[in-house]
């Protein structure tokens, strides 16, 4: 348990609670961020394009200056292929269309709401996680 960090990750939830209760109460949006994604793509209302785009900016600008007070080496993992990344990361956005919203939207935002339908996806992405880190390195045999 070398990387057990419970004040920075306790922090972190909160700061996500209170970011996704305030886009709801402000602007009456759930913080799903595939949806809020493709909603850029998909909605031609420049005010939906406007407060869209400011959320994944917002996302990016605080990992960028969280990084920038606590830098950290990120070692990208040896023997992964660019083609095996590609389709890991179709596979999780057709997962989440599939599934109708990502783990924020269902995890975070749903099963605070008492959400029927996101309490069974998130026990789906976390049963299909435990049953995939188990295949792998148990079953396969991948590198620890």
Avoid: D
């Avoid at 109460?25 to 949806?35: C, D, H, P, Q, Y």
């Avoid at 793509?41 to 920038?68: C, D, H, Q, V």
Wanted: aromatic share 10%; proline share 3%.
């Amino acid at each position: 348990m070398e990387n057990f960090t419970p004040y920075a990750s306790s922090a972190g939830g909160v700061l996500i609670g209170i970011s996704a209760s305030l886009l709801m109460f402000l602007n009456g949006r759930v913080a799903g961020i595939s949806g809020i994604v493709a909603g850029l793509f998909t909605n031609p209302a420049m005010i939906e394009k406007a407060w869209r785009f400011a959320f994944i900016t917002g996302l990016i600008l605080g990992g960028l200056a969280y990084a920038s007070f606590n830098p950290v080496e990120i070692m990208p993992r040896e023997n992964m292929s660019t083609a095996i990344l590609i389709v890991g990361g179709l596979l999780v956005g057709f997962g989440t269309a599939m599934g109708g919203g990502c783990t924020s939207g269902h995890g975070v935002c749903g099963m605070s709401r008492f959400s029927l339908r996101s309490i069974l996806a998130t026990f789906t992405f976390l049963l299909s996680g435990i049953i995939t880190v188990y295949l792998v390195q148990h079953v396969i045999g991948g590198a620890s």
